[in-house]
Nanobody
């Protein structure tokens, strides 16, 4: 059974940084595209960033481009989201997601596996 477990969320002041982690177990890390999504209170879940299975290609939402970086550590079976210059509008529950195959996508339906989320709160 595939499990994705997020960690690293917390409370941070605007302008600060956080690094989220997503540990994957129950399957091989290769040939597995992954992404981050987030959901703010009262809003729909939205795409944040995605990585192809081999990290060769990445994709970012316009709202985080230049501030967030997605990365994968094959040896640790872990995906990361480095978040810099955080804004109060970044406050949300952040979810990691994964799906078999090579290609990345900003669409949630692409991903079969989901974590339970980690809360990020940015205070202004």
């Amino acid at each position: 059974q595939v499990q994705l477990v997020e960690s690293g969320g917390g409370l941070v002041q605007a302008g600060g940084s956080l690094r989220l982690s997503c540990a994957v177990s129950g399957r091989t890390f290769s040939n597995y595209a992954m992404a981050w999504f987030r959901q703010a209170p009262g809003k729909e879940r939205e795409f944040v960033a995605a990585s192809s299975w081999n990290s060769a290609n990445t994709l970012y939402a316009d709202s985080v481009k230049g501030r967030f970086t997605i990365a994968r550590d094959e040896a640790k079976h872990t995906m990361y989201l480095q978040m810099n210059r955080l804004k109060d509008k970044d406050t949300a529950v952040y979810y990691c997601a994964g799906g078999p195959g090579e290609y990345k996508s900003p669409r949630a339906v692409r991903y079969a596996d989901w974590g339970e989320g980690t809360q990020v709160t940015v205070s202004s």
